[in-house]
Protein backbone atom coordinates (compact mmCIF):
# COMPACT_ATOMS: atom_id res chain seq x y z
CA UNK A 1 0.00 0.00 0.00
CA UNK A 2 3.10 2.81 0.97
CA UNK A 3 4.34 2.18 -2.67
CA UNK A 4 0.55 2.46 -4.52
CA UNK A 5 0.30 5.77 -2.57
CA UNK A 6 3.85 6.70 -3.49
CA UNK A 7 4.79 7.34 0.49
CA UNK A 8 7.24 4.81 0.23
CA UNK A 9 10.31 6.46 2.04
CA UNK A 10 13.81 5.94 -0.20
CA UNK A 11 16.23 8.11 -0.38
CA UNK A 12 17.29 9.05 -4.35
CA UNK A 13 18.39 5.39 -5.97
CA UNK A 14 17.74 3.37 -2.81
CA UNK A 15 16.81 0.24 -3.57
CA UNK A 16 14.05 -2.21 -1.46
CA UNK A 17 13.22 -5.33 -2.43
CA UNK A 18 10.19 -7.25 -1.98
CA UNK A 19 10.76 -10.60 -1.70
CA UNK A 20 7.71 -12.61 -2.57
CA UNK A 21 6.09 -14.49 -5.40
CA UNK A 22 8.14 -12.20 -7.87
CA UNK A 23 10.73 -10.17 -6.34
CA UNK A 24 9.93 -6.75 -6.79
CA UNK A 25 12.34 -3.84 -6.72
CA UNK A 26 11.58 -0.56 -5.39
CA UNK A 27 14.06 2.79 -6.20
CA UNK A 28 13.84 6.14 -4.89
CA UNK A 29 13.59 8.83 -7.55
CA UNK A 30 13.95 12.61 -7.17
CA UNK A 31 10.76 14.62 -8.39
CA UNK A 32 12.19 15.26 -11.50
CA UNK A 33 14.17 12.58 -12.90
CA UNK A 34 17.07 13.73 -15.17
CA UNK A 35 18.46 11.21 -18.19
CA UNK A 36 21.59 10.44 -16.17
CA UNK A 37 19.15 9.65 -13.23
CA UNK A 38 17.70 7.02 -15.52
CA UNK A 39 20.85 5.33 -16.38
CA UNK A 40 22.13 5.07 -13.13
CA UNK A 41 18.77 3.70 -11.83
CA UNK A 42 19.25 1.02 -14.33
CA UNK A 43 22.51 0.25 -14.09
CA UNK A 44 21.83 -0.55 -10.05
CA UNK A 45 18.92 -2.57 -10.48
CA UNK A 46 20.95 -4.89 -12.81
CA UNK A 47 23.79 -4.67 -10.55
CA UNK A 48 21.49 -5.38 -7.66
CA UNK A 49 19.47 -8.35 -9.54
CA UNK A 50 22.15 -9.59 -11.42
CA UNK A 51 21.02 -13.03 -11.02
CA UNK A 52 17.39 -12.52 -12.36
CA UNK A 53 16.37 -14.43 -15.54
CA UNK A 54 14.37 -11.06 -16.67
CA UNK A 55 14.17 -7.49 -15.50
CA UNK A 56 11.13 -5.05 -16.10
CA UNK A 57 11.12 -1.69 -15.88
CA UNK A 58 7.64 0.35 -15.34
CA UNK A 59 7.88 3.53 -16.84
CA UNK A 60 11.13 6.23 -16.97
CA UNK A 61 12.97 7.36 -19.97
CA UNK A 62 13.79 3.83 -22.20
CA UNK A 63 16.71 5.08 -24.07
CA UNK A 64 18.64 5.91 -20.71
CA UNK A 65 16.86 2.86 -19.30
CA UNK A 66 18.97 0.77 -21.82
CA UNK A 67 21.99 2.79 -21.74
CA UNK A 68 22.43 1.94 -18.13
CA UNK A 69 21.76 -1.59 -18.56
CA UNK A 70 24.51 -1.71 -21.30
CA UNK A 71 26.48 0.03 -19.44
CA UNK A 72 26.71 -2.95 -16.90
CA UNK A 73 27.35 -5.99 -19.66
CA UNK A 74 30.69 -3.99 -20.26
CA UNK A 75 31.79 -4.22 -16.64
Not at 9 to 26: A, C, D, Q
Amino acid sequence: SLARNGDLPLKTLEILVHHGNRRTVFVGLPKTPDLETWRRLAASVVRRMRKSRAIAFAGGDVQALTEGVLTVAFE
